[in-house]
C-alpha cells in the first residue's frame, strides 16, 4: 500500500496563490486517477480536480480556470497549483489516488482564505 502526505497549505489573502502538493510512500505510476478532494466546515466533501495517468484532466466548475492539477510520476508527486484564491476556497484539502485493489486517501492540508 502507499502514503499519501499533502503539504502547502497554509493562511493566503484573497487574489492570492499556493501550491499544494501530495507526496506517495511508493510509486504512484499504477494509481489512477488521482485527484484532490476539499471539506469546508459543516459541508461535505467534495471533488475539486482529478488527473488520470495519461495526463487527462478534469475540474469541479468552481475552480477552472484558477487551479492546475498535475502528477509527476518520477517524483510520486501530486500537484495543485491554485490562484486567484476567493475565501469560499477555505477548506481541508485532500489527496486521493485509486489503483485496481485500494483507496488512498491522505491526512489533509488547511487553506484558508482571508484578508
Known amino acids: 500500500q502507499v502514503q499519501l502526505v499533502e503539504s502547502g497549505g497554509g493562511l493566503v489573502q484573497p487574489g492570492g496563490s499556493l501550491r499544494l502538493s501530495c507526496t506517495a510512500s511508493?510509486?504512484?505510476?499504477?494509481?489512477?486517477?488521482m485527484g484532490w478532494y476539499r471539506q469546508a466546515p459543516g459541508k461535505q466533501r467534495e471533488l475539486v480536480a482529478t488527473?488520470?495517468?495519461?495526463?487527462?484532466?478534469n475540474y469541479a466548475d468552481s475552480v477552472k480556470g484558477r487551479f492546475t492539477i498535475s502528477r509527476d510520476n518520477t517524483k510520486n508527486t501530486l500537484y495543485l497549483q491554485m490562484s486567484s484564491l476567493k475565501p469560499e476556497d477555505t477548506a481541508v484539502y485532500y489527496c486521493?489516488?485509486?489503483?485496481?485493489?485500494?483507496?488512498?486517501w491522505g491526512q489533509g492540508t488547511q487553506v484558508t482564505v482571508s484578508s
Open positions: 511508493g510509486s504512484i505510476s499504477s494509481i489512477n486517477p
Open positions: 486521493k489516488g485509486r489503483s485496481s485493489a485500494y483507496v488512498y
Open positions: 488527473i488520470t495517468s495519461g495526463g487527462s484532466t
